[in-house]
């Protein structure tokens, strides 16, 4: 049964101008010549990569990704044209435990280093402003995932760009699993837009695409589980190609909490 339920859409006016200018990184401010860190406040992020062994993807502290000189290789990086913090996920590559898909992603952290572990209490949200440049079938470019209270290892929503350009929230109906897809928007491959996935007084997910926005009621069930933010390049297809990936460039990525 599903236990999510869309109360309704409206329009939000001025959401695209006010991310552009929360975002750290828009296009017109990045630096082409400065790794990612240069650009993007990444002191609350560390970085997961589809390689190193096994079961163990590698990650990247968030000391070693900070700064114009920080962390960058052909998997995350600044494309040279316009600045963009550019992930790059193929559909063959280290994966963890818990999937068969390959990721190119940031994790959210605190400052001091440990990883963040929020309350659904209260506001939470995570603003982007990007592009998809290339996909196979599906990637996943943000999530609200499952922190620590419980065993489970499920997002709480995951935004997801189609290869046909439809922009989906799959939304998790229980922390045991059973995600419902829900259409939030449409934009063509290539072209840049807007996401804002939040949760507000901890018992409703807005999933804002280009100022329209869908609220999504959390199930009580999901009350145990504190959570965190995820974004970058979650590709959803796997094969034996290490040439057929995602591609998706960011210009703003902020998280806020209150």
Not at 98 to 111: C, T, V, W
Not at 158 to 171: K, P, S, T
């Amino acid at each position: 049964m599903m236990r999510f339920k869309a109360l309704a859409t409206a329009t939000v006016a001025g959401l695209v101008g006010t991310i552009a200018v929360l975002s750290t990184g828009s296009a017109a401010a990045a630096d082409p010549n400065k790794a990612p860190g240069g650009n993007f406040d990444l002191s609350v992020w560390q970085l997961q990569e589809p390689v190193g062994s096994p079961g163990s993807p590698t990650t990247i502290p968030s000391s070693r990704l900070q700064g114009a000189n920080g962390y960058q290789d052909s998997y995350f990086y600044t494309d040279t044209r316009d600045g963009a913090m550019t992930f790059w996920a193929p559909e063959k590559g280290v994966t963890t435990p818990n999937s068969k898909y390959a990721r190119s992603e940031l994790r959210e952290m605190n400052r001091n280093g440990s990883a963040a572990d929020w309350s659904l209490k209260g506001n939470h949200r995570m603003n982007a402003t990007l592009r998809v440049v290339s996909v196979t079938s599906n990637v996943c470019v943000g999530q609200i995932h499952l922190g620590s209270g419980g065993s489970s290892t499920k997002p709480l929503v995951e935004l997801y760009y189609r290869a046909n350009g439809d922009i989906v929230a799959g939304i998790e109906n229980s922390p045991a699993g059973g995600q419902t897809p829900h259409t939030v928007g449409h934009v063509s491959l290539g072209k840049t837009w807007t996401y804002s996935i939040a949760v507000s007084d901890g018992r409703t997910i807005d999933v804002t695409v280009n100022g329209s926005t869908t609220h999504y009621t959390i199930p009580t069930s999901f009350d145990p589980y504190k959570q965190y933010f995820k974004a970058g390049s979650y590709n959803q297809s796997s094969s034996d190609s290490t040439t057929k990936g995602a591609r998706v460039a960011f210009y703003g990525l902020t998280v806020s909490h209150g």
